[in-house]
């Protein structure tokens, strides 16, 4: 991930070659937000229901996965090291909420961590929808969370619905 402030900077990285091909030659370009605190938030689901938010660090940089799997003693993690960079978030507007879990119902999302960052005006940038989620295990214990149970009991219901024949499409 690279950030560049002035299209000229862009340009020359790219007279330059200083842009690594990706393995699917695959270049996403975004335009970059301000945020008025240096934080994302990650807003979790499951089966419909907010779970929880947390927060991420972004004083080092965007590399913010906040899995287990992830700590590695590679420079590549920001999550290495005894600070978490990850926190639990309270204050969010329930209307925020209700929008997220209306637009994954349309969508038939069933998991989801959606990541949104607010700029120094004030507005809301939800910038990725995760279909797939890692959970911050410092966060889940130091709050008594548990983002798999949710993923378990949902699949457990689904199972069970399939075994019935309930809940499958005709």
Known sequence: M??????????EAVRAGDIPTPPA?????????EAAE?????????????????????SDGFELCPADACRTDE???????????????????????DRYKAFLNREQIDIAGIEFIEDTEGQIWTYDINGTTNYSP?????????????????????????????????
């Open 25 to 33: 030659h695959i270049t996403l370009l975004q335009q970059f937000v």
């Open 75 to 97: 420079d590549r993690c920001a999550v290495d090291g005894d600070d978490s960079l990850f926190a639990l978030r309270e204050d969010l507007p329930a209307a925020l909420i």
């Open 138 to 170: 410092e966060v889940e214990n130091e709050h008594d969370l548990s983002g798999m149970a949710a993923v378990a009991d949902l699949l457990k219901r689904e199972l069970e619905a399939a075994a019935t024949g309930e809940g499958i499409p005709s």
């Open 38 to 58: 240096p934080f994302i938030t990650r807003c979790e689901f499951v089966d419909g229901e907010f779970l929880y938010a947390i927060t991420s660090d972004t």
């Open 2 to 11: 690279q950030l560049f402030r002035t299209h000229e900077a862009f340009e």
